[in-house]
């Protein structure tokens, strides 16, 4: 009789245990407390800063092998607005931006990154502090392509998976689109004659042209234009307000056009072509 009484006692106790510790579960949090970005780099006096260290002139190595180019500029002038002494930048590439913010490797990437839809969706930016122009290239000797109107009936060369490629599909219905997964491989084609443009960034292009020694030159005015900012994890509000504030004071007290000046050139105008980009994106209603 005892044992069955220890028994039901037990098993009641365990009953209440369980219930209770069911009960904490559901009224826990689903995951940690997230870390207050700009508190730990207050405290750390170190903010994290991703960049790829090999795109030119946003990013890349000089000669001594130092981290130089714009956006390495604005992220060292930005973070002593922000009253943070040192940077500690990290090399990454692109394809891990996004992934290398949700995983706390680092508290920014500046580096010609672009607010696209996607991105949007997993990260939160900044207010644009650069931009790409996208422009026509075709060979030095082509005298039949002179703007975008000149290109129906021609071959026209993008990167596949490219915002150029899914620009040129849309607005470049006249044209014959071929699609490159290597860009090296588009200024090949287009030095053999196999396609008559390639529509790529002002930088992109001439990198590759350059590379390959090609003769190419730009023709007409800027097809379209995309927006840089500095990414940063969701919900980092106080991060995002104290980036935002140090590059609207740069975009106004004229340090963002000398920055550019002295890393993009003084022909590139970088300011008037923030300015256009967003009457760009205003004019498609977004």
């Known amino acids: 009789m005892k044992t069955t009484t220890w028994v039901r006692g037990s098993r009641q106790l365990a009953t209440i245990l369980v219930l209770a510790i069911g ?7 689903a995951h940690a407390e997230q870390t207050d970005l ?22 890349m190595l000089d000669e001594k092998n130092q981290l130089t180019g714009y956006d390495v500029a604005i992220a060292k002038e930005m973070a002593q607005r922000m009253g943070t002494p040192k940077i ?3 090399g990454d590439t692109y394809k891990n931006f996004v992934e ?3 995983t706390d ?12 839809e996607m991105r949007r969706k997993q990260v939160d930016f900044s207010i644009p502090y650069g931009v790409e122009v996208f422009r026509i290239f075709v060979r030095n000797d082509n005298t039949d392509i002179t703007d975008k109107a000149t290109l129906a009936g021609k071959k026209v060369g993008v990167s596949t998976g490219s915002s150029n490629e899914s620009w040129a599909r849309e607005n470049l219905t006249d044209s014959d689109i071929r699609g490159y997964d290597n860009g090296a491989l588009i200024f090949n084609d287009i030095a053999n004659g196999r396609i008559d443009a390639v529509i790529i960034s002002h930088f992109g292009g001439m990198k590759y042209a350059h590379a390959k020694g090609i003769p190419v030159k730009e023709v007409g005015e800027p097809l379209t234009y995309q927006l840089a900012a500095a990414a940063l994890p969701k919900g980092q509000d106080g991060l995002r307000e104290a980036v935002n504030s140090a590059l609207d004071s740069m975009l106004k007290d004229g340090t963002v056009e000398r920055i550019s000046n ?6 590139y105008h970088m300011l008037g072509s ?3 980009a967003k009457e760009e994106i205003a004019a498609k209603g977004k």
Do not use: C, H
């Open 23 to 29: 009960g904490a579960s559901a009224t826990a949090p």
């Open 38 to 59: 700009l508190e730990r780099i207050k405290s750390t006096g170190v903010i994290r800063i991703a960049n790829t260290q090999a795109s030119p002139p946003w990013s």
């Open 88 to 90: 500690k930048f990290v």
């Open 100 to 102: 290398g913010l949700k």
């Open 105 to 116: 490797k680092y508290d920014l990437v500046m580096n010609d990154m672009t607010p696209t």
């Open 262 to 267: 002295e890393f993009v050139g003084k022909d």
């Open 274 to 276: 923030i300015a256009a």
